[in-house]
Structure formats: structure tokens, C-alpha cells
């Protein structure tokens, strides 16, 4: 069986926290965006992250069912991120469409009495 550093662990557990969020999240979720550079972002970010993020502690790989429960709570945390992320700015775009029926309705009454 191949055995997986404790650093590929790290960096695959930050992959999969960042890759859902990023897949959720507004922004690079579109179907405008290509999934190749949605891709991309997330590893670049995930590597960019890994230096700071596994500095204190490095997770050591375990047994094949370990790291498939840790993927699986990460995908978890990071779905929760990325939808949280998602509603907060469908209620921005509620309110905004609600101010701007305010302040169209209130203009059509005509004019200046």
C-alpha cells in the first residue's frame, strides 16, 4: 500500500476544506468559471496555506479509514463555510432589491406636490 507523508496528508486536508468552500461559495461557483481553474485556485491556495496552517502540528497519516474520516469532516467544514458564505450574500442581494423597490415605488406618484 502506498504510504502518504505527513505533509501530503496536511496539504490534501486543506485541498479538501478549500476546494468545497470554493465550490459553494460565491464568486468562482459559477458555471462561467471552468472547473479546471477552479481547480487550480484551490490548489494554489491550499499550497500557498500550508506552510502557516500545518507549522504547529502536522496530522500524522494513519490507517486509510483515518484519513478518509478527517476528508469527510473537512468537506463538512468546508461546505458549511462555503454555504454560509452563499446565504449571507443572497440576503445582501435581498436587501438590495428591496431598497431599490422602495426607492422606485416611492417615485412613481408623479412629481413634487
Do not use: H, K, Q, W
Not at 485541498?15 to 485556485?41: E, F, I, K, Q, W
Not at 479509514?65 to 454555504?83: C, M, Q, Y
Request: with cysteine.
Amino acid at each position: 500500500m502506498l504510504e502518504l507523508d505527513d505533509y501530503t496528508v496536511g496539504v490534501i486536508l486543506i485541498l479538501s476544506r478549500v476546494g468545497t468552500t470554493l465550490m459553494l461559495a460565491p464568486g468562482l461557483s459559477s458555471a462561467r468559471v471552468p472547473t479546471r481553474a477552479r481547480l487550480y485556485v484551490a490548489v494554489a491556495i491550499a499550497l500557498a496555506m500550508a506552510p502557516a496552517v500545518l507549522d504547529g502540528g502536522i496530522p500524522r497519516g494513519g490507517s486509510g479509514g483515518l484519513l478518509l474520516s478527517l476528508v469527510f469532516a473537512e468537506f463538512i467544514v468546508g461546505a458549511v463555510i462555503g454555504l454560509v458564505c452563499r446565504i449571507y450574500i443572497a440576503a445582501l442581494e435581498f436587501m438590495a432589491n428591496g431598497i431599490a423597490n422602495y426607492i422606485g415605488m416611492s417615485a412613481l406618484a408623479g412629481g413634487v406636490v
